[in-house]
């Protein structure tokens, strides 16, 4: 990865951060979403042949998590993908909605054994550096909606790394 792509996931990066700590949950959600959806569909240009092509398909999330997948995006991401999906459906569609316990865990239970294990040691490694007054020290002791922000940051990176190597093969 080239140092101005560097720069540029840092710079998105940090946008996507802002987005999810700056807003509400229904907010956190929607726009979680959206920065991930961003991020596949930087992946899809990436591997098709005529990029500008993909607006003509004009497809929904679900569409575009198959067609990544089909186009070479790691197999492992698909649960995950479908999980924020389905989650900002529900919150697109319903008022007074809340995060809930059950949305972390089957969130948690979506991600892969690397994702999980990434999101274990970058929680406790940052609460060992900083530590937070109130906190806990073990991420599956947070809150539905902490622990659901920490595994949209370890599923948006992901993604953006494949993207970034996909347009580093072009």
């Known amino acids: 990865m080239t140092p101005e792509e560097r720069a540029a996931i840092d710079e998105r990066r940090t946008a996507f951060n802002k987005s999810l700590l700056g807003e509400d949950e229904l907010g956190m959600v929607i726009r979680g979403h959206v920065h991930i959806e961003h991020e596949l569909e930087g992946f899809i240009r990436a591997r098709l042949t005529k990029p500008k092509e993909l607006d003509q398909l004009k497809l929904d999330f679900s569409g575009r998590?198959?067609?990544?997948?089909?186009?070479?995006?790691?197999?492992?991401?698909?649960?995950?993908?479908?999980?924020?999906?389905g989650l900002r459906n529900r919150f697109a569609h319903q008022l007074d909605i809340a995060i809930r316990s059950e949305d972390a865990r089957d969130f948690y239970k979506a991600l892969d054994e690397e994702a999980k294990?990434?999101?274990?040691?970058?929680?406790?490694?940052?609460?060992?550096?900083?530590?937070?007054?109130?906190?806990?020290?073990?991420?599956?002791?947070?809150?539905?909606?902490?622990?659901?922000?920490?595994?949209?940051v370890v599923l948006w990176s992901a993604v953006a790394v494949a993207g970034a190597q996909a347009r580093a093969l072009q």
Request: with cysteine; proline share 7%.
């Open 117 to 152: 294990e990434i999101a274990a040691t970058q929680y406790k490694a940052t609460h060992a550096k900083f530590k937070i007054p109130g906190r806990p020290g073990d991420m599956g002791q947070l809150d539905p909606r902490d622990r659901c922000t920490l595994f949209f």
């Open 65 to 85: 998590v198959k067609l990544a997948i089909a186009l070479g995006l790691d197999e492992r991401f698909r649960p995950a993908l479908n999980f924020v999906g």
